[in-house]
């Protein structure tokens, strides 16, 4: 039976017969090509029907609204953890929208289908004289403020977080910034690429030889986002156990730095800083990826003594061990070219599917390095549903990560889609107290949209 990690290459060719068509012929939702070399795949996950959303929906976070007036990915990526079980989110937009709608791909915005699921939109005019007084009207409805403007912009727009929470003393006011609302650098334009870079990520990442590589993704964003979504919860927590609101000033470049652990200490240490190690690590060896004899790549930690041994003696070097080159973990670090050179060489004499069996059979912490196609073909991806297909109305269906984490007893929940630029800004005003008339009148003065 061929392996999960195999059927990546092939399962986007479907038989149309499945859905009634012409049996054999192409699925309509996905196509495989290879041209030049170069690999493009656009699958169904296929097997079972579209999560269908519920806006009646309830989830462990209900009756919490937030205000996200954040743009890009943070604080997207940190109101979908709330949106995602139950908080109610408002993004309140400019006319132009948050830009990651116009992130797009295949001529999609699927950023934002990903990202604002569960959310709902309203247009405000920010530079209209009006859009003060409607801000303030909302906040005094609402558990949590966000903003990502560059530092001092709120205060700019005179409704800085001493004016938002005089109006609602109960309000979490979030500044998310690439720097922080203080120091040297927190007036500058802060991207999460500047930030990887600055926070000695970049340095980190890469190989020997070759430049400081920035991640293909926003993941300064993301883990920022992630710290987010906890810090509101904090201080909500803190908030509902007799305190106030507070302030919380979050900047990518510390969420970031963060993840470098105790870099910092083992400087100070050692007074060395590390060369970049590729897929190689400092810490602990044999740790690499590999190449196999048909092309494809391995996974591989020896983290722990015990899996080290495993490895030696799955690729018959069982030898290594009484090597004094080998025989501890520092030592293996220091002589990690020769580990590498020993179990390199046996997997580049196997197809990966030969070495994974093997490796598995002892017992060693080794996987495939998949592509995306190689994911949505696993079955434990399938079976877990670590990827679901949801409703849109768009595509019909579109992929996406499902809800994370998965709580036993309150699970999130899918209420809506990505909304439309404005869908809700009737809906919203008229909660917050706006009669039918006045916002006939902010719509004609341009003031929300």
């Not at 079972?48 to 943070?74: Q, Y």
């Not at 991640?215 to 156990?241: E, K, Q, S, W």
Request: neutral net charge; glycine residues 10%; charged residues 25%.
């Amino acid at each position: 039976m061929e392996p999960p990690w195999e059927r990546g290459r092939l399962a986007c060719f479907f038989s149309k017969e499945r859905a009634g068509g012409t049996p054999g012929a192409l699925h309509p939702g996905c196509a495989y090509m290879e041209m030049n070399g170069a690999r493009s795949a656009m699958q169904d996950t296929g097997l079972t029907p579209p999560i269908k959303f519920n806006p009646a929906a309830s989830g462990p976070l209900g009756g919490i609204r937030v205000l996200d007036l954040t743009r890009m990915v943070a604080g997207n990526m940190l109101s979908l953890q709330l949106a995602d079980f139950g908080a109610d989110i408002i993004k309140v937009e400019p006319p132009s929208g948050d830009p990651l709608r116009d992130w797009r791909d295949g001529g999609h915005a699927l950023h934002w289908k990903t990202y604002a699921r569960n959310k709902r939109s309203i247009v405000l005019n920010f530079r209209h004289a009006g859009a003060k007084a409607v801000l303030l009207r909302l906040a005094a409805t609402a558990d949590v403020f966000m903003e990502s403007f560059r530092p001092g912009t709120l205060e700019k727009m005179e409704i800085a977080p001493e004016v938002l929470l005089k109006a609602n003393p109960a309000l979490v006011v979030v500044r998310l910034s690439g720097f922080g609302q203080t120091g040297p650098y927190a007036p500058l334009p802060g991207f999460g690429t500047l930030v990887e870079a600055m926070s000695g990520f970049a340095d980190r990442n890469g190989f020997p030889d070759r430049e400081p590589v920035l991640p293909p993704l926003a993941l300064a964003d993301m883990i920022a986002g992630l710290y987010g979504a906890f810090a509101v919860m904090t201080a909500l927590r803190a908030r509902d156990r007799g305190g106030r609101g507070q302030v919380v000033d979050l900047s990518l470049l510390e969420a970031m730095f963060s993840v470098l652990g105790p870099e910092a200490a083992i400087y100070r240490q050692t007074g060395a800083i590390k060369d970049r190690t590729g897929s190689g690590s400092q810490t602990s060896a044999p740790r690499n990826v590999y190449r196999c004899q048909d092309g494809r790549y391995v996974a591989l930690s020896g983290s722990t003594e015990a899996m080290a041994r495993r490895i030696f003696a799955a690729i018959g070097r069982a030898d290594m061990t009484a090597d004094p080159r080998f025989a501890s973990n520092a030592a293996r670090v220091q002589h990690r070219s020769l580990v590498d050179e020993a179990v390199g060489g046996w997997f580049a004499a196997r197809p990966r599917e030969e070495a994974l069996q093997t490796m598995r059979k002892a017992g060693v912490t080794a996987g495939p390095v998949y592509t995306i196609a190689d994911a949505i073909a696993d079955g434990h991806f399938r079976e877990r549903r670590v990827l679901v297909d949801v409703e849109d109305a768009d595509l019909g269906a579109v992929p996406m990560h499902n809800i994370v984490p998965r709580l036993s007893q309150s699970a999130g929940t899918w209420r809506r889609p990505a909304p439309r630029l404005g869908e809700h800004t009737e809906a919203v005003l008229a909660e917050a107290g706006f009669e039918g008339e006045a916002i006939a009148r902010l719509r004609e003065d341009g003031a929300v949209g």
